[in-house]
């Protein structure tokens, strides 16, 4: 992999990461599409989060002089497409990038990590509360 290609990638996960998008993954999609060199996936917790990752990533590349030919599903806020020629940026609502899991769907791509993706710590994902005993006490 080039640096100056994982250079390029990592002001797109930069801005991505500027408003906290959660579990980032960058996907080099060169050799199995024509559509785009990568894809970076991320999600949000809430509507609101990711529409608001969605508006920070526009203007953050903006600012850098880099302009989305095409965005769509912002108002929404379960799945922002944001299409930048050769990087293609995908912000889910968490539920909804479980349900279309494009990391399996895109398996055969390579994985990626740019130095912020390297530098990052992940913050730790919430527990699954299946297995706790509630009780609830009706009067």
């Given at each position: 992999?080039t640096?100056?290609?994982?250079a390029e990638?990592?002001?797109?996960?930069?801005?991505?990461?500027?408003?906290?998008?959660?579990?980032?993954?960058l996907?080099?999609?060169?050799?199995?599409?024509?559509?785009a060199d990568a894809?970076?996936?991320?999600?949000?917790?809430?509507n609101?989060?990711?529409?608001?990752?969605?508006?920070?990533?526009?203007?953050?590349?903006?600012k850098?002089g880099?302009k989305a030919?095409?965005?769509?599903?912002?108002?929404d806020?379960?799945?922002?497409?944001?299409d930048?020629g050769?990087?293609?940026?995908?912000?889910?609502y968490?539920?909804?990038?479980?349900?279309?899991?494009?990391?399996?769907?895109?398996?055969d791509?390579?994985?990626?990590?740019?130095?912020?993706?390297?530098d990052?710590v992940?913050?730790?994902?919430?527990?699954?509360?299946?297995?706790?005993?509630?009780t609830?006490?009706?009067?």
């Amino acid at each position: 992999m080039t640096e100056p290609f994982l250079a390029e990638l990592d002001v797109y996960v930069k801005s991505a990461l500027g408003r906290k998008a959660r579990q980032p993954v960058l996907l080099d999609v060169r050799h199995l599409t024509s559509l785009a060199d990568a894809f970076l996936i991320c999600h949000g917790t809430s509507n609101r989060q990711v529409s608001a990752i969605a508006e920070h990533i526009q203007r953050d590349l903006k600012k850098q002089g880099i302009k989305a030919l095409s965005v769509d599903g912002l108002k929404d806020g379960h799945w922002v497409l944001m299409d930048y020629g050769h990087v293609v940026i995908h912000v889910f609502y968490e539920d909804t990038r479980r349900f279309y899991d494009l990391e399996g769907l895109w398996s055969d791509a390579r994985r990626l990590t740019t130095a912020s993706l390297a530098d990052r710590v992940d913050e730790p994902e919430p527990e699954d509360d299946t297995d706790i005993d509630e009780t609830v006490f009706i009067e």
